[in-house]
């Protein structure tokens, strides 16, 4: 079965930093391109960064670059995002999501998608 699971959201002050992962079915994971969305309460579900099957390419949302790294390790099947200098518009649901194509996973039109997990950045 073909499963996306996020952990490692939290509550987190201004200026801090999270780690997020996204464990994901070895069927995914070798071929697929991923990446994460976030929802703000109240806003559209929004990109967030990309990286391709062989993390030779990633694309960043204008918001969070040079503060967010993505990154995956095929060795583990686990995609992640490493979030520093947290600011309180980045709280918001952060959702890991695959697809063979990148673009589809850049535009939300991916395959597959995570349940959530909550980041809250207090200030």
């Known amino acids: 079965q073909v499963k996306l699971v996020e952990s490692g959201g939290g509550l987190v002050q201004v200026g801090g930093s999270l780690r997020l992962s996204c464990a994901a079915s070895?069927?995914?994971?070798?071929?697929?391109?991923m990446g994460w969305f976030r929802q703000a309460p109240g806003k559209e579900r929004e990109f967030v960064a990309a990286?391709?099957?062989?993390?030779?390419?990633?694309y960043y949302a204008d918001s969070v670059k040079g503060r967010f790294t993505i990154l995956r390790d095929n060795r583990v099947n686990t995609l992640y995002l490493q979030m520093n200098n947290l600011l309180p518009e980045d709280t918001a649901v952060y959702y890991c999501?695959?697809?063979?194509?990148?673009?589809?996973?850049?535009?939300?039109?991916?395959?597959?998608w995570g349940q959530g997990t909550q980041v809250t950045v207090s200030s």
């Open positions: 070895e069927r995914i994971f070798t071929a697929y391109g």
């Open positions: 990286i391709s099957w062989s993390a030779g390419t990633t």
């Open positions: 999501n695959a697809d063979p194509t990148l673009m589809d996973v850049q535009t939300g039109a991916a395959e597959y």
